[in-house]
């Protein structure tokens, strides 16, 4: 009767550990230094100077679904993939490292959790960097999912290698221009990308499907922002890999 208990306590034990939500605590972090020379003093628009400016869900926990977050962010912002301890160490990294390769430069950028669930946590990163004297800044933005049970990265396992989505990353951007026809949709995007191929980047799960994210002058002029195609799960379905459909609770 013991044992039976103890299997009991262990396995909810470890239901709660897999289904618990990430603890996350949203920081809004500015850093700011001078600007390095006359020259880009000369560029400089008005009262600009150069820094960043981040808003961060930093994990507050200790275990390993949270290093794994924090150490994506990381890797997201070209730093060193350490244990930070919040978001005011991550930036100040980011900042060290920016100032050492170009140092007059705005950054805006967010890390931010966008979709949960018991088995999946989803984080997208979005930014905008300037650099003094240049015509127009650069926007971006990808994201990742984390199955929460490994901790792995789910974004290259979501849909299955090979599969035949044009028909559906059309739909996608048809609706992110707001247009209805395939000579419309032509219109806005760079000569041949019809049929759409997808994203250089990895998709990643949000609360109304998967996002498939373009970046600016990837398939469409810069103008039009960074294009993005966002999927239903059940559009996606018959392309969806056996380990996303079990995540993903599908139903068939």
């Not at 939500?21 to 100077?49: D, F, H, M």
Request: hydrophobic share 40%; glycine share 6%.
């Amino acid at each position: 009767m013991k044992r039976t208990f103890l299997f009991i306590a262990l396995a909810a034990a470890f239901i709660s550990a897999v289904a618990a939500n990430l603890q996350v605590k949203q920081a809004n972090v500015k850093r700011t230094w001078a600007i390095s020379s006359s020259e880009a003093q000369e560029y400089a628009p008005e009262g600009w100077t150069p820094g960043i400016d981040a808003t961060i869900d930093f994990p507050t926990g200790n275990d390993k679904l949270s290093q794994t977050v924090v150490k994506w962010m990381a890797s997201s912002l070209g730093v060193a993939t350490i244990a930070y301890s919040n978001a005011e160490q991550l930036v100040d990294a980011y900042a060290l490292n920016v100032k050492e390769n170009d140092n007059d430069m705005t950054i805006e950028f967010s890390l931010t959790k966008v979709y949960e669930t018991n088995e999946l946590v989803s984080y997208e990163m979005q930014g905008y960097d300037y650099n003094c004297g240049a015509a127009h800044g650069m926007p971006y933005c990808h994201g990742v999912t984390f199955r929460k049970s490994d901790c792995k990265d789910m974004s290259d396992l979501l849909v299955k290698k090979n599969a035949h989505i044009s028909h559906l990353l059309k739909k996608g951007l048809k609706e992110y221009f707001s247009v209805t026809t395939d000579n419309q949709l032509q219109e806005v995007l760079f000569d041949g990308n019809i049929p759409v191929r997808t994203p250089g980047s990895s998709p990643w799960v949000v609360n109304d499907g998967i996002m498939f994210q373009y970046g600016a002058y990837e398939i469409a002029p810069y103008a039009a922002g960074m294009p993005q195609a966002l999927i239903s799960i059940k559009d996606l379905t018959p392309y969806l890999t056996p380990e996303a459909i079990k995540c993903l609770k599908v139903k068939r």
